[in-house]
Structures are given as C-alpha cells and as structure tokens.
C-alpha cells in the first residue's frame, strides 16, 4: 500500500532509513558509553554506576555495526513498514503539533477550552470532517471530558479565571 | 490446594467495586479486541493513570480483564470481516472468515466463545495450582537467580516478538540505558539526568509505554486506508451445532494445553500459541488440505491457544515477578506503581491480591463467554465507529493520563516524544516490547548483577557456578539459537502485523 511511489523506491529509501536507524543507535550507544564512564565503571567486585550503562552501550554499539554491515552490504532485506504518504505524513506531523499545542496552550486556557480546540482541529484537519460536525463532537466531547475528570474523578486539570 | 486462600480470593473478587471493575475490564478488552488499531496494550497503557485511583487489586483486576477479554473480542472481525481485530486472531481469518462465507459465522463465533471460556478456565486453574509451587522454588532464588531469569526472559521477549533478533536485543540495551535514568541508588550519581531536575527520577515508564503503545499507534494508523465494509450478519445461530461440537472437542483439548505451556514462555504469548496451535490442527487432521476453506478446527483449536497463553502469562508474573510478555510488562508495572513489589512473596504477602485477581479471571471469563454468545450483532456495529471519531479521543485519553500522573507538562512532554519514537520505530521495523520489558526489569536486573558481583567479590563466575543460574542462562543462550532451527520459520512464519 506505498501511496504512488513505485516499490522499488520506497523500499530504497526504507532501506536507507535503516542505515539511518543504525547510525541514531551507534551514536547514542556512543553518548551512552562515554557517559557512563564519567559515572564511574566502578570495580568488578564494587559495579559503580556506570557498570550495566555501560555495558548496555557497548552492547548498542555493537549491535549497531552489525545493522549497518548487514544494511551496507546488502546482506538481508528484512520486512519494514511501508513510506507513508504525503498525506500520511502531513497528518502525523498535525497530530504531533497538535499534541504539543495541547501541552503548551492546557495551563493558558484551561482544560475545557484547549480540549476542544484538540478535537476539534484533529477532526476538522485531520478527520476532514464538516465545521457543524467538527464543532458539534468538540464541544461535546470537551463537556464530557471535563465532567468526567473534573468534577466526577476530580483531577486537578489547570483552569482559567473562569473556572473552566 | 489452598483453599483458605482461594476463599479469600474469591471474597475480594466478590466485593461489588471489583465485580464492577471486572466487568468494565472485560467489556473495554472485548471492545478493544473488535477495534483493529487498538490493542490490549494500548488500553491498559491509557488506563494506568485511572487504575492509580483504585486499590492494587481492583486495578489489576480491570488491567487483567482487558487483556483477556481482548483475546476473545479479536474473534469477531476475523469471522465477519476478515479483518483480525488482535495479533492473536490472525490465523482465525484463515477459516473463520470462511465458515461466515458460508453462513457458518455464528457456529465459528460460539464454537470461538466455548473454546475461550474452557481454555481460560483450566488455564487458571492451572495458574492456581502450579503459580503457589513456582513461587515456593523462588524463594530460594537469590541476586544471581534474579539477574539470569531476567537474561532469560529477554532473550525470549526478544526472539518472539521481533522479526529481527538484533534490532531486538538493541531495545533491550535502549531500555536498560533508559532504566538507568536518574539518580542511582546505590551511589546516589544522577545517570542521563544532562541536568533535567524532572529526570532525576527516572523516566517514568508509564508516558512511555502510553507513547510507545498508545500514541505511536495512533500515528502508525493514520496511514491506513479504507474500511472494510460489513457483512449483512445473520448472527442469530450463535451456537455451533452437535457436529461442530464434536469436532472441536480435540482442538480445544490441545489448544488448550499447547497454549497454556506456550503462554509460560516469555515472549511467546497468545499470538504465537494461536498459530502453533493451527499448524498442531491441521497436521493432526485426516484432511488437511481443506484448511483454508472453513474447517472449524481451525477456530476451535488457536482460539482456545490464545486463551490458555494469555492466563498462562499471569503463572511467571505472579509467582516470580517475571513479565511474560508486554502487557505483562505493564501489569508488573502497574503492580509496582501501587507500591507492590512482585516476585515470590506476593503469595505469602498480598494473597488477596493474588488469589482476587485469579478468582476475578473466573468470573471475567464467565461475563466473557455471556457477552460475547448472544451479543454479537451489538459487537459488530462497534466496528462501523469511524476511525476519525475515535483517534481523537484516544490521544486526549493519552495527553490527560500523562499530565495526572504528577501534575506534569514534563511527563505530557516525555509522551509526546516517545509517541514519535515509537512511530520511528514501527517504520523502521524495531519492537517496543523488549524495551518496556528492559525498561521495567532494569532496577531488578541491575540489583541482582550488583548484589551478585559483591557477593562474589568481583567474579562473574557466579552466574554460573550456581546451577539454577547457570540453568537459566543456558536456556537463554539456547533460545538465541533458535533461529537457526528450521522448524521455527515453519511453526512461526512470518510475523504479519
């Protein structure tokens, strides 16, 4: 199900992304290693802290090169997911920024207010659905919501002067 | 048998707030299984923060219940639709869906229902008898014991579960790197804290394992496409006839006992009980060609496996502290965010907890095989919600869990990160679950090489020198090679998604 792209390239440029994998891993095991050093390897009879850190980095390490030997020569084409699509990926960055904006905005607004607004816009930008349906399903899920966990588990989610 | 026990058990499970939470369990994993895109692991993720509310055994009790209930749920839209709404009813696709081509689906679905409700139930009578003599043996266990078992159920989460056994083994090294972030115990040294005041505890597993399940499926599903369309369902015939009975008798026999031994193994689960348990079956039978074409020993037989495996999982968690699989993984850490600590002495120290929890699974698996013979027309219009109505919700249920755990934006924070993480890492083929396991055992596992190294004074000889260790970390290091064997590419097969 590669959204247009012909296969071959699509499984190409996964293929690359592996190497890409493997590098992200080599360099944290590589953060990782020095960092536990610093902690304190400690003695084989006294593990300091930095003892089983570090041998899970090394281990990351090596564990690295092997993926970038085998990806490099070639050696094995294993399964991995599909490319996504533009339109995928457009509306996995929106549930992201979405996520964040929720975050950032939750002790401006208030719970009740930023609630809605996440729906809504997940539904209208990335649901794609009507503005009356759109507002309609954010109010009410917004309402709910703040029935739910406010009043009815009283969890202390931020609100504005308002009170909502 | 322990009956004083099994009264006290069956009195917390009893008490009305856990019959009620049972029942909520067992209907969220019901619907949860139906539902392709959210799994058992998912939900129990999202529903950690609500379980915090709750006394210990009545969280593990609704935690529980929707693991079990999803095995059973999964069934429906791999009859009716084709679609396997859990891992673990793949293979249920195969005949399942055929038999409702027929018009067979009802006798599928009950013969589904009947094989799941006598599977679950002798696996946890099972679990009664065999869960009480494992943790007698482990009390014996010390740091060394502790630190090879943790070996072992790595190795074998990581065989199981990751189609690559070295993009396996790298998250398990990634979860003990994440374990150990925030102050050490022992010396008191901020490890990976690169100065964050919110880390020096640690990285708090639970909004990650809510972004690694929860969110991160999310946004793997935002790719798909489509909806399958449902079958005008005449489910009215829930119930299999005598013929269907009588030929399913055998497999729910063996799928049963296949499944409960599959479902000790850390890392095998339900899922691939369910297929051994169809390879079993259609070797077994006098005509094996006809599987494929609605043999409802291809039903009987996984969807009893799937069963067992998933109360087999409960027998390490409970009697050594062990997670079985993810799922497992999150109930111990659910166990430990009560301030339970799993292992041995959970018997002999929070008996109601355990003996509430197995007596719960009884009464679950009763309310399971009720919902599911005469309601299958309801489940069925669950499907038809649209995706986009229920992605939204699922987020939100992320976002307010992560933030009510410490009132924390940092937490919302680490949620959203390992969200996009975890989508990195389905695209890139890397599992989750020797992460979480990694994740959650690392204190443990650290413990026991530390503990173990002292006692020793310095020689890692000790792991070895001490038989049930040594036993332990050679059945690990068999395990590893298991992939050599040709017989498991051909019992396992290709892991579809």
């Keep these: 199900m590669i959204d247009g792209a012909p296969r071959t390239g699509g499984i190409a440029r996964i293929a690359r992304g592996d190497v890409a994998a493997g590098l992200v891993l080599l360099i944290l095991g590589g953060i990782a290693a020095f960092a536990s050093i610093k902690y304190g390897l400690g003695k084989w009879s006294v593990p300091g802290p930095g003892f089983l850190p570090f041998g899970a980095a090394v281990l990351i390490i090596i564990l690295a090169l092997v993926i970038l030997a085998r990806e490099l020569t070639g050696a094995v084409r294993l399964e991995i997911g599909q490319v996504p699509s533009k339109t995928a990926l457009r509306d996995v960055l929106a549930v992201l920024a979405a996520m964040v904006g929720y975050a950032a905005l939750l002790p401006v607004t208030g719970f009740l207010t930023t609630t809605a607004l996440f729906v809504g816009f997940l539904l209208r930008f990335v649901g794609r659905k009507s503005w009356l349906v759109t507002l309609l399903v954010a109010a009410g899920v917004a309402v709910v919501a703040h029935l739910l966990f406010v009043v009815f588990l009283a969890v202390q989610m931020p609100v504005t002067p308002f009170g909502f | ?497």
């Design chain 2, 1 to 497: 048998m322990q009956w004083s026990n099994i009264l006290l058990g069956f009195e917390t499970a009893a008490q009305p707030v856990n019959l009620l939470f049972c029942f909520i369990g067992v209907l969220l994993g019901q619907l949860v299984g139906i539902l392709p895109g959210l799994g058992p692991a998912a939900a129990i993720a999202i529903l950690l923060p609500v379980s915090f509310t709750m006394p210990p055994a009545t969280a593990i009790i609704l935690l529980a219940g929707i693991y079990y209930g999803a095995q059973y749920g999964g069934t429906i839209t791999s009859v009716l639709l084709n679609v396997p709404g859990e891992s673990s009813s793949v293979v249920t696709t195969l005949d399942g869906y055929q038999m409702a081509q027929q018009g067979r689906g009802g006798a599928a679905l009950g013969i589904a229902a009947i094989g799941s409700f006598i599977a679950g139930t002798v696996a946890n009578l099972a679990l009664m008898v065999i869960g009480p003599l494992l943790a007698d043996i482990a009390l014996d266990f010390g740091p060394a014991e502790y630190f090879s078992l943790m070996i072992l159920g790595m190795a074998t989460i990581t065989i199981f579960t990751s189609g690559s056994v070295v993009k396996g083994w790298s998250m398990a090294a990634i979860g003990v790197l994440l374990g150990s972030v925030g102050k050490d115990i022992i010396s008191g040294v901020p490890r990976f804290t690169f100065g964050v005041r919110e880390l020096m505890d640690g990285i708090g597993f639970v909004p990650v394992v809510m972004g690694l399940f929860g969110v991160a499926e999310v946004l793997s599903s935002l790719e798909e496409e489509g909806k399958p369309v449902p079958i005008k369902t005449n489910v009215r015939d829930a119930l299999p006839s005598a013929e269907d009975m009588r030929r399913s008798g055998w497999p729910i026999a063996r799928g049963t006992v296949l499944g409960f031994f599959l479902g000790l193994l850390p890392g095998a689960g339900s899922v691939v009980a369910a297929f051994a348990s169809y390879a079993v079956e259609k070797r077994l039978s006098p005509t094996p060609e006809k599987f494929g074409t609605g043999m409802i020993e291809g039903v009987a037989g996984p969807e009893s496996a799937n069963n067992a495996a998933a109360g087999a999982g409960f027998v390490p968690l409970l009697s050594l502290g062990i997670p079985a699989t993810a799922v497992m993984a999150l109930l111990l850490g659910a166990l430990m965010i009560h301030g339970i600590q799993p292992g041995p002495m959970l018997f002999s120290l929070h008996p109601e907890i355990v003996w509430g929890v197995i007596a719960s699974m009884y009464i679950g698996n009763l309310m399971l095989l009720i919902l599911n013979l005469p309601l299958i027309p309801l489940w069925v219009k669950c499907v038809e919600v649209p995706y986009a109505y229920m992605f939204p919700l699922i987020l939100l249920f992320c976002l307010i869990g992560a933030f009510s755990l410490q009132y924390s934006l940092f937490d919302t924070g680490t949620l959203i990160a390992f969200g996009l993480i975890g989508y990195l890492m389905k695209k890139f083929g890397y599992e989750p679950a020797p992460l979480i396991l990694a994740l959650i055992l690392t204190p443990l596992l650290e413990n026991g090489l530390r503990q173990s190294l002292m006692i020793s004074q310095g020689s890692p000889m000790i792991f070895i020198t001490r038989p049930l260790s040594a036993a332990f970390l050679v059945i690990a290091a068999l395990i590893l090679l298991l992939p050599v064997l040709p017989a498991r590419r051909r019992l396992f097969g290709e892991r579809s998604k």
